[in-house]
């Protein structure tokens, strides 16, 4: 059973950055994976915000994070990372890293469809943005 565990949340001023990991218990030399996170605000739901192929070669983002958001991945690792510039007070929720193992598999973003995708998930790591 693939497992993920992320970290690297806490609590950041607007303007500020911070980096989420995501160590994943499968290789990702065993296929092209699909990896996302997702974050979800109380009372909201769910969306994909970044996404990534495990070999790396396409990220796909909401416009949203565009530009201040960047995920990527360590293939050697096992891992997946967001590197989160420019913090909004909007950016503050559960992220959450998800994995697609399936051959073939489609890395998608947002809303529609986004979470159903992805079967593998993380516990979430707390993001809070004060102004």
């Given amino acids: 059973q693939v497992q993920l565990v ?4 806490g609590s950041v001023q607007a303007g500020g950055s911070l980096r989420l990991s995501c160590t994943v218990s499968t290789s990702f030399s065993n296929g092209r994976y699909c990896l996302g996170w997702f974050r979800q605000a109380p009372g909201k ?3 994909g915000v970044a996404a ?14 565009r530009g201040r958001f960047t995920i990527s991945q360590d293939n050697a690792e096992n ?10 007070p909007e950016d ?8 697609d193992t399936r051959t073939p598999c489609t890395v998608v973003v947002g809303t529609r469809g986004a979470v159903a995708s992805y079967a593998h998930w993380g ?9």
């Avoid at 192929?53 to 983002?61: A, F, W």
């Fill in 123 to 131: 516990q979430g790591t707390q993001v809070t943005i004060s102004s």
């Fill in 92 to 99: 503050g929720a559960m992220y959450y890293c998800a994995a």
């Fill in 52 to 65: 990534i192929y495990s070999t790396g070669e396409r990220t796909y983002y909401i416009p949203e994070v």
């Fill in 6 to 9: 992320e970290s690297g949340g």
């Fill in 45 to 47: 739901e769910r969306e």
């Fill in 79 to 88: 891992k997946m990372y967001l590197q989160m510039n420019s913090l909004k």
